[in-house]
């Protein structure tokens, strides 16, 4: 789509994916007009383009200000064909044409001795006027050297054209389009460099959020290696599960942790009442029976505890080792047990 003829109610629904070339306004005088300024052209016939194109719609706006309308000059609506013809013929005095440097019509008038391209000599004041226009220059014998056509630099403006697509069109044909768009556009040209086009501009209509992408990144990888549907699918999943790994690789790391120390508490509970059980077999050496047989029943009820703990077998030397402490614990309880005895038997009278 040409820049700057598209208005906001046209471009909803529609996304654009850079812009391509550029279009040139060119525009071509009889020779014997030596007026070499747009506004010198008031009162004559010139072509303008058909009703509803683009040229039309471009060039309406940028004549007025030059002060030409249809009031004071005859602004004809002629296809490109006709304005050559009439223009050669000499039926009309201009035409403006927006076409590519290259196309038939334009080649005819630039070898053509009758007529003349012609500047634009305020074509900064109508890019400051139309942000959409750029300036050009056709450099001094750029049509044909050996007879040094043009014969002076010429200063234009231009349009650029966007590649406008829909905006339900799949991401993976909008790839596509661009990759292709670049095979065929990146080429240099009279009016730009290599690799100048296509380009991340907004023009009229909003770059797509895969445009954005392309231009920011190239074409994704998958893509070289896959067929597009496929790719923009696996594409899609990997966008998906990159903010999923990273919250699942913590989770992962960390509860391997979580689950040791689970399995170890059930363990550590038996020894914290072991370890009090322990000190109270240590103050309690003076109690007399009753207080032992208390003691081992709480020990015989720690192991039975024990004994119906359910542990992993890479967690079964715990179970042992805990057994082995409360078989020292009943070792320590017994070997007071028989202190005391020992000494009471020391008191007792003899004969």
């Known amino acids: 789509?040409?820049?700057?003829?598209?208005?906001?109610?046209?471009?909803?629904?529609?996304?654009?994916?850079?812009?391509?070339?550029?279009?040139?306004?060119?525009?071509?005088?009889?020779?014997?007009?030596?007026?070499?300024?747009?506004?010198?052209?008031?009162?004559?016939?010139?072509?303008?383009?058909?009703?509803?194109?683009?040229?039309?719609?471009?060039?309406?706006?940028?004549?007025?200000?030059?002060?030409?309308?249809?009031?004071?000059?005859?602004?004809?609506?002629?296809?490109?064909?006709?304005?050559?013809?009439?223009?050669?013929?000499?039926?009309?005095d201009a035409a403006f044409l927006v076409a590519s440097w290259y196309s038939p019509v334009v080649l005819q008038?630039?070898?053509?001795?009758?007529?003349?391209?012609?500047?634009?000599?305020?074509?900064?004041?109508?890019?400051?006027?139309?942000?959409?226009?750029?300036?050009?220059?056709?450099?001094?014998?750029?049509?044909?050297?050996?007879?040094?056509?043009?014969?002076?630099?010429?200063?234009?403006?231009?349009?650029?054209?966007?590649?406008?697509?829909?905006?339900?069109?799949?991401?993976?044909?909008?790839?596509?389009?661009?990759?292709?768009?670049?095979?065929?556009?990146?080429?240099?040209?009279?009016?730009?460099?290599?690799?100048?086009?296509p380009a991340a501009e907004e023009v009229d209509v909003p770059l797509s959020s895969e445009a954005q992408r392309f231009y920011k990144s190239g074409l994704p990888i998958l893509h070289e290696y896959f067929p597009f549907w496929i790719a923009e699918l696996m594409g899609k999943i990997i966008i998906l599960f990159i903010p999923i790994f990273g919250i699942l690789y913590p989770m992962i790391h960390f509860l391997p942790r979580v689950y040791d120390w689970t399995i170890r508490s059930k363990v550590l509970r038996v020894y914290g009442e072991l370890r009090l059980l322990e000190e109270d077999v240590a103050s309690r050496a003076q109690y007399g029976e009753w207080g032992k047989r208390k003691m081992s029943a709480q020990l015989d009820r720690l192991e039975e505890q024990v004994n119906h703990l359910r542990m992993p077998v890479a967690y079964a030397s715990l179970l042992y080792e805990l057994r082995t402490h409360i078989g020292l614990v009943r070792e320590g309880l017994k070997k007071q047990a028989d202190n005391a005895a020992s000494r009471a038997n020391s008191r007792a009278p003899t004969g």
């Open 1 to 92: 789509m040409q820049g700057g003829v598209i208005s906001t109610g046209t471009a909803q629904g529609l996304e654009s994916l850079g812009t391509v070339f550029y279009e040139p306004c060119l525009w071509f005088r009889r020779s014997e007009i030596k007026e070499t300024a747009v506004a010198g052209l008031r009162g004559r016939k010139i072509s303008i383009g058909p009703e509803g194109s683009g040229t039309r719609a471009l060039l309406l706006p940028v004549l007025a200000r030059a002060g030409i309308t249809e009031q004071n000059s005859e602004l004809l609506s002629l296809s490109p064909r006709d304005a050559v013809d009439k223009l050669l013929a000499d039926e009309i």
């Open 109 to 197: 008038l630039l070898a053509d001795d009758h007529v003349v391209l012609s500047s634009y000599p305020r074509a900064d004041a109508l890019v400051a006027f139309y942000p959409f226009l750029t300036k050009l220059v056709v450099p001094r014998g750029a049509a044909d050297l050996r007879t040094d056509k043009p014969t002076s630099d010429v200063t234009l403006v231009a349009s650029k054209a966007s590649l406008v697509v829909r905006k339900d069109l799949h991401s993976a044909i909008q790839y596509l389009l661009l990759n292709v768009a670049t095979k065929i556009h990146a080429s240099a040209s009279i009016f730009n460099h290599a690799n100048e086009f």
